[in-house]
Structure formats: C-alpha cells, structure tokens
C-alpha cells in the first residue's frame, strides 16, 4: 500500500519479475516461480514499464520469462463469476510456466472491487475471501496493490483490510530527501509480518529510461526501481552517511546536532 505517485506498482512490479526469473530482490533471496500481473488501471502503462525493465536489465526480446499480464477488469466484490473466471484463466497460464506458479498480483484492489465500500466490514471480507479462493486454487501467494487513507499513515479502508492479511508493505516518498542525481529517495518498508519480524525497510529511487519513440518522434519514457547511489543509506559516520543525498541546510544542522547528541550520550535501547 502506498499514496499516490508513491512508486508503489513500480515496486511491485520489479519485485514480481525478479521472482519470475529467479534473481535476488533488495539484496533478499527469491523463490524462482511463474507470476500472472491482473492490472485493473494502467495496463497500457505496465507494457511500457516492462519494456523499461528489459532495457534496464538487458534482457533480450527473446528471452521467455514465465510472467503474464493480464491487462483486463476483473470484479472480486459482486459474485463469484468473476473469481472462478480468473482462477481458470491463472491455471492456463500456470500451464504455460516451465516453473511452478508463485505469485498473482491484483493491481489494484479498488480496481478489483467496483461498486464495494472500502470502509464496510462485510464488503471487505467478502473481497478477502474471494482472493483467498484465488491463493487456495492456484497455489500461489496473492497480492493486492492498495492506496492508503487520506492521512497517509495506514492502507484505506475498513481495519480488517490490515488485519486479515499475513504481510503488509508500505511504500512513501521520504520527504526532503534525494539522492546525488535529484532523483526522490522512496521507501518500503515491512509493517505486518504475520510470525515474522517487521520494521525492515528498502530504499529505493525510480529512473526514467528511454523505451522508443512516438510518431512524433519524441521519447517515450518509463521508470525502472534502482538502489539509491552508493553512500545514500550509509551508518558509519554523519558524513558517510550523507553521500549520495541532498539535504536542506536547516535539516542537515538538525540531522548533525542528533548524530553529535547520539554518539556523545547516546546508549542501547
């Protein structure tokens, strides 16, 4: 879950293709395994990021990856029809994979849910269970990309949204705060781990990538994710750990004051 322009399908969209091809993703070990994308809004959008990935990564045209998309409304709140439609259309697909099936991605979960309220209990238990069905007949971990409330501090909707999920990640600009190239530092971070540890977090910035050209003749652009530049997220000193991002003159005075203030009284939890 994230805000809007918060870069949070780029992100889940560079993490299902790393599983797809079986790659390390944020420094964290994958499960190689097939992947099927529903992309409610911006199907057209997807193709120009995957293209983007391809160039970012050099991966030839020809080069199979076991990831489909499936650019189409799907409706997971009205009746059932919708749920066993794309449970059959997910085994197809799964059939096609020279791996086992590992992940489907809804995106969005407003986009799979028309005519529901997000804040009923009853509309949203009604969801949940649907994309349970989905994770039970496909054998796959399903994910639901989502928008979080107006005050930015939790998915929207009704509670048992978060509380009936295993894990839940949430992706923000960090405000003031860019890398060496002015690009925003944005952040995931791990705040529902079901009997797991949370709090982890990943940083990451959103390069724009040339995929062609229109009739025009003018560039056509997507975004890729990429780690910050090197030094951006670094711990050993105030000013190791300020290479690679840009701060304000006010916030760096701030941000010295608490580094000088922690090392000269600063003790373990």
Avoid at 37 to 48: D, N, T
Avoid at 80 to 86: L, S
Avoid at 185 to 191: L, M
Wanted: charged content about 25%; some cysteine.
């Amino acid at each position: 879950a994230g805000p809007s322009q918060s870069g949070k399908s780029f992100l889940v969209l560079d993490m299902a293709l790393a599983i797809a091809r079986g790659e390390p993703w944020m420094g964290l070990r994958t499960r190689h395994g097939g992947v099927v994308y529903q992309a409610g809004e911006g199907g057209r959008g997807i193709k120009k990021r995957l293209r983007a990935y391809r160039k970012w990564h050099r991966i030839e045209d020809q080069k199979n990856i076991p990831f489909t998309l499936l650019p189409c409304p799907v409706d997971l709140y009205a009746s059932d029809d919708h749920t066993d439609a794309i449970i059959e259309e997910i085994r197809h697909w799964a059939g096609t994979f020279p791996v086992p099936l590992e992940l489907v991605v809804f995106d969005t979960l407003s986009a799979a849910t028309p005519g529901a309220n997000e804040n009923a209990s009853e509309d949203m238990s009604r969801v949940l269970a649907r994309v349970e069905r989905v994770a039970e007949a496909t054998g796959a971990h399903c994910m639901l990309v989502h928008h979080m409330n107006a005050d930015g501090n939790k998915p929207r909707g009704h509670t048992s949204i978060f509380a009936n999920l295993d894990n839940v990640l949430t992706v923000r600009k960090v405000d003031g705060l860019s890398d060496a190239d002015g690009r925003a530092i944005r952040e995931a971070k791990v705040t529902k781990q079901k009997d797991g540890e949370d709090g982890k977090t990943f940083r990451f910035v959103l390069p724009s990538t040339q995929v062609g050209t229109d009739e025009d003749g003018d560039p056509v652009t997507s975004c890729i994710v990429a780690p910050p530049n090197p030094g951006a997220a670094g711990d050993a000193s105030f000013e190791e750990a300020g290479q690679g991002i840009k701060l304000s003159a006010q916030a760096e005075i701030l941000l010295r004051a608490i580094h000088n203030a922690l090392g000269d009284k600063g003790v373990p939890a």
